[in-house]
């Protein structure tokens, strides 16, 4: 999908990379947090290369707090561009109610040319 967003006059297009839902929000901030957080808040994405579990892990906070990750059946596209030092731009875009925390906040990443 592209979005092409008029932000002050200056125009910048926005390219959708990926939908995903937050994968390990049980382990984080996201559970006590969740009444708090709202569709189209923006999240900050950070690599952890030295992260031993997985050498594509990239980080979701929100407001500074761990959320959890990009889910590593996806992160590797999101963590090369982020290597490159491409210009990318995460938002919440779905929160459910569900017993299972995959599907409780899903998110969308952004790269921006």
Known sequence: GLLIA???GAESIKILVQ???????QYYAATELRDKIKPGDRLTLTREPDNRHDRNAVRVDWTGHKLGYVPRAENRAVARALDAGEKLEARVSEL???????KRVEFEV????
Do not use: F, K, M, N
């Open 96 to 102: 459910r109610e569900s017993p299972d925390p995959w």
């Open 19 to 25: 939908s995903s839902p937050l994968a390990g929000s």
């Open 6 to 8: 008029t932000q002050a």
């Open 110 to 113: 952004y790269l921006i040319l």
